[in-house]
């Protein structure tokens, strides 16, 4: 009898592991180094390594195990072959078939926002929905669609995209895809920061974010103090992501929306921001969808990754 | 052995239906009169009649029938429940549940524009590939999400509702569904009259449009003679549209996408303009996805519905 999975996340400095109940108890979590150099060609031997270990610590044999999923930072076609992961070293890599006979398991992978996204329907925000859409916002701006309580890869990997939808054309700057005016630009932690170095030069207005450091953390800070000009920055920003989720509920129509990623740390604030421009902007029939923060924080990864082994 | 299906294609003044063989082979079409009055209690034993009569001049046994499918002019949910159909009187109705009751025959399904992306999937111009993003473009816009060939329906009913994606929050008119800078307001035809008529106001300049009554068609026209006015209405209607379907494709990233309906019917430079519009907007993984006029017509419903059959 299966009683047990793993749910590993590949970043680019470290890997997070975490050994699953078939009901999704987390076990045990560790990370190890992620060794990118030479093409990165020890990575998946490393957590094939690491998991094994794992087994022999624990006493599970093989036989007790689901399977292994895995969730990288890039593109994963719906068979599990990864077409390059920049991040990693690698180029065009079956990371399923090797990490198959590597373990001996049946492997599994996915995108990690879109893994994440799973993680966070399977037991985080979204627990109990099969329609998610969640958006993770950090560095950039990712997303992943939940349809059925499956991930939605899209035809070239790219469902989920939602950071690079256009929601401004006629911004001069450009995305770092080539665009310009991806949601990315105005929503991530980099797009809130350019949002309010904008502001800070076109309004003489006093502001704590003079005096500061300018980070997404700071602008939110200085809301939550009543800063004008900051309330101005976070406005915009939730303007720009409140309508970019409306656009996408009329497309995928989900039960719940999440919001993720670092700069969701800033919590309720941030949520009713968004919540009130979401409303102004959604269809009708949407306009009730609930908006929540994401729950799993860093461990939505292994969560998904873990879930992987029984929905792809 | 089933040998036949039905596809059944509800509108406000006419009822369109298909008698088909498995294969997709449309064997027969007719038309009957839709009869709204009293809360359109006679729609559905209508079709029912209308099918037995079909199955009785062709000597069609009840088992030879795989089952009716039903396209119908609003929400449907899941298991077959309109919660409204204002176009045909209709209340919160069990249409699967009826039609099954009245015919003895497995029905099943779902709303039309939802039908006609997967008729055009089926049969039409996405034949073959089961990602599909469909606009159809009539006195609205509306829209169709097919995923693994099959509808998307969403959990209000609303997936692929394009139409009423947010692209200019500054609009000052409203929308029919009472938000601001709905797509539908630039890209429907009444959108593209318009924002002809904008132009006109706004411009002094000379147009064959100041000349003749302001249509769709006639914008089209316009634009095929080298009338500028009248090319610069089409630019804002591909602008507005080619970005919308490029956000749609950073949602769900389909392997094609086809616009309908009957502004389509202005053919091949409308399609250019908007492929253009569309690769400028789009995420690069998502800049080749083929952009396609559909070509089912006003069939489309009717194949749909008879997908539905072993679909849903």
New interface residues.
């Given amino acids: 009898m299966k009683e047990y999975r793993f749910g590993i996340d590949v970043g680019g400095t470290s890997i997070k592991c975490g050994l699953f109940r078939m009901d999704g108890t987390l076990e045990d979590r560790w990370e190890i180094p992620t060794r990118t150099e030479g093409h990165g060609e020890a990575i998946l031997p490393d957590i094939a390594a690491s998991i094994q270990a794992k087994m022999k610590e624990k006493g599970i044999r093989r036989e007790q195990v689901a399977g292994v999923g895995i969730g990288v930072p890039g ?1 994963v076609s719906a068979d599990g072959e990864v077409p390059q992961a920049v991040n990693l070293g690698w180029g065009r890599k079956h990371i399923v078939e090797e990490m198959e006979s590597l373990t001996g398991l049946p492997a599994k992978a996915g995108n990690d926002a879109n893994v994440a996204a799973l993680g966070e329907a399977w037991k985080g925000g979204a627990e109990g929905a099969s ?1 998610v859409v969640m958006a993770t916002l950090g560095t950039g701006v990712g997303g992943g ?1 939940i ?1 059925d309580g499956k991930i ?15 929601m401004e ?1 006629d911004e001069p700057e450009s995305c770092n ?3 310009h005016g ?1 949601l990315e630009q105005m929503a991530s932690a980099t797009g809130i920061v350019r949002l309010a170095k904008k502001e800070l030069i076109e309004s003489g207005e006093d502001s704590i974010l003079r005096t500061v450091e300018v980070t997404a953390k700071a602008v939110f800070d200085a809301y939550g103090q009543g800063d004008s000009l900051a309330g101005r920055v976070v406005d915009a920003f939730a ?1 720009y992501l409140g ?1 970019g989720l ?10 719940v929306i999440l919001i993720g990623g670092g700069v969701a740390r800033a919590g309720e604030p941030l949520l009713k921001a968004v919540q009130r421009e979401y409303e ?7 306009k009730e ?1 609930p908006i929540r923060l994401a729950r799993l924080g860093n461990d939505a990864g292994i969560y998904g990754a873990a879930r992987l082994v029984d929905t792809m």
């Fill in positions: 593109p329609q669609i349809i939605l890869p899209g035809a070239h990997g790219a469902a989920g995209e939602i950071g690079h939808a256009n054309p895809c080539g665009n991806c303007s309508r409306a656009i996408t509920a009329c497309v995928v129509d989900p039960e102004k902007a959604a269809f009708a029939p949407c969808t």
